[in-house]
């Protein structure tokens, strides 16, 4: 089978051979869970070391889509940190496409490992603890690529970073209104957005949410980017279309 899809991939038939793959895949996705599923605490260095074995450091399609919205915001020469940097294949892609200086952290001591054996500079530390304990100097722009909905506590993280982030904060994060998302409840599960355990995401947000919830915290949103989801859709109709965002923001009472 895996031979078939392999010649399938390479054939003159590649383009409707993707569109039904993926098509099924979504489909199956509003009444299945996936294969790796458990029920338990997320132990993330049990899940970097599997990802090392399965190509860790290289951008998937989505991640790669998220990877290049991020090169577009900043400059040459900004300072750069990217918390909860994983495998650093983001920060690498930022200072290979756009020559920035980026500075990474993790909780993950097998994450920082592989990131520090790439000639990435990363700090091992919890974004949970006050971000005075590893982040003194301020940076020009502070990314949180896909980590808010996975903290007990994003508004005071948030409001830490404030006096840190020179230009902006840029974070990314799932569409709980995505489409997908929402037939899924109609047919009575939850929305799928964990890849081993619903323990994954602590938070959720649809885009309507993010907006009101940014208003509360006193930021403006400078720009917004769906980066994921139906194709001509998710640009025309983004709280329904887009699977993901990425969001710009401003400290609201900054002069900036």
């Not at 005075?132 to 722009?141: A, I, K, L, T």
């Not at 690529?145 to 994060?173: C, F, G, Q, T």
């Amino acid at each position: 089978m895996n031979s078939l899809k392999r010649a399938l991939r390479q054939s003159p038939l590649r383009a409707p051979y993707l569109w039904l793959a993926n098509s099924y895949r979504a489909l199956r996705r509003l009444f299945v869970y996936p294969s790796t599923a458990r029920v338990g605490v997320v132990d993330y260095d049990e899940y970097w070391e599997k990802k090392a074995r399965q190509g860790m450091g290289q951008l998937s399609r989505w991640r790669l889509r998220r990877a290049q919205v991020f090169a577009s915001l900043v400059e040459p020469g900004d300072r750069v940190l990217d918390l909860g940097v994983g495998d650093g294949a983001l920060l690498k892609y930022l200072i290979d496409h756009r020559g920035v200086q980026g500075v990474g952290v993790d909780v993950s001591p097998s994450a920082v490992e592989f990131c520090r054996a790439q000639g990435l500079d990363v700090i091992l530390a919890d974004v949970n603890r006050p971000i005075n304990e590893f982040v003194r100097e301020p940076v020009d722009y502070i990314i949180c690529s896909e980590i808010i909905e996975h903290l007990p506590d994003p508004e005071a993280l948030l409001n830490s970073l404030r006096p840190l982030a020179r230009k902006a904060i840029i974070v990314s994060i799932p569409n709980t209104g995505f489409y997908h998302h929402r037939l899924r409840l109609l047919f009575g599960r939850f929305p799928l957005q964990w890849v081993v355990t619903p323990g994954e995401h602590l938070r959720f947000w649809t885009r309507a949410d993010f907006h009101w919830w940014a208003r509360q915290m006193r930021f403006r949103i400078a720009r917004e980017v769906p980066y994921e989801g139906t194709p001509g859709l998710k640009n025309w109709l983004p709280g329904l279309f887009a699977a993901a965002f990425v969001f710009v923001l401003h400290d609201a009472d900054s002069a900036g």
